[in-house]
């Protein structure tokens, strides 16, 4: 099972920033957060991941809470092509290491 | 780069039908991943390979599902006999896994595969 809760969906208006949560209270303390989107018949598009401190690149912002137990991704100025399911993910221990585990994620609908 | 290629993009066959996706991951790295996603049940993770060998199988559904990994720029995903229940789109991702706590992956656009 996927160690991360996100919900379902969220809505945000064309240029404004998209805020998307994520909790993730059981992470161990040397795991990423990884945030990656999947746009509609595309394969998924690895967006961002960060340890402890916040972390930005030319897609996005991560913000991890200093007890690492939740995180958002932020997308500053939203555009119709950022309409996509979000996935937040935390690998998961198993035999030879670690796996990652796609959860639900949160359907964005950036509206015009 | 070109990214991962997969192959065929499009897979229409009839039920019973021998199906094989390929994929050819980035140069350069050594962990590559098959997923699976439908509707009812999204994106699972089937097998993944680490230096092009196989780590982890038990999201394979069953038997009928086999993947190979016979060198470090190629894979396949082989279905046989194929069932209608098999109709998904079957991604491949790879990743360059130093063996620390990161491992970003890239995914290839992946097969539609229809049975009848």
């Known amino acids: 099972d996927a160690k991360t809760t996100q919900p379902p969906s969220m809505d945000c208006a064309e240029g404004r920033a998209a805020n998307l949560p994520c909790n993730h209270s059981?992470?161990?303390?040397?795991?990423?957060v990884y945030w990656y989107r999947q746009i509609h018949s595309q394969g998924p598009q690895y967006i961002i991941h960060g340890l402890k401190n916040n972390e930005t690149n030319e897609m996005a912002s991560l913000i991890i809470t200093e007890d690492r137990k939740s995180s958002t991704l932020i997308l500053p100025h939203a555009t119709l092509r950022d309409t996509a399911v979000y996935y937040c993910?935390?690998?998961?221990?198993?035999?030879?290491?670690?796996?990652?585990?796609f959860g639900a994620g949160t359907r964005l609908f950036v509206k015009a | 780069d070109a990214g991962v290629i997969q192959s065929p993009r499009h897979e229409v066959t009839e039920m019973g039908q021998e199906v094989t996706l390929r994929c050819k991951p980035i140069?350069?790295?050594?962990?590559l991943f098959w997923y699976r996603q439908t509707m009812m049940r999204g994106l699972e993770l089937l097998i993944y390979f680490n230096n092009n060998v196989p780590i982890d199988d038990s999201g394979m559904p069953e038997d009928r599902f086999s993947a190979k990994m016979p060198n470090a720029s190629f894979s396949t995903l082989k279905i046989q006999p194929s069932e209608p229940r098999d109709s998904a789109v079957y991604f491949c991702?790879?990743?360059?896994?130093?063996?620390?706590?990161?491992?970003?992956?890239?995914f290839g656009p992946g097969t539609r595969l229809t049975v009848l």
């Open positions: 059981t992470i161990s303390g040397n795991e990423y």
């Open positions: 140069s350069g790295h050594n962990s």
């Open positions: 991702a790879s990743s360059f896994a130093s063996g620390g706590s990161t491992d970003t992956q890239y």
């Open positions: 993910i935390v690998r998961v221990p198993n035999t030879g290491g670690f796996k990652t585990i």
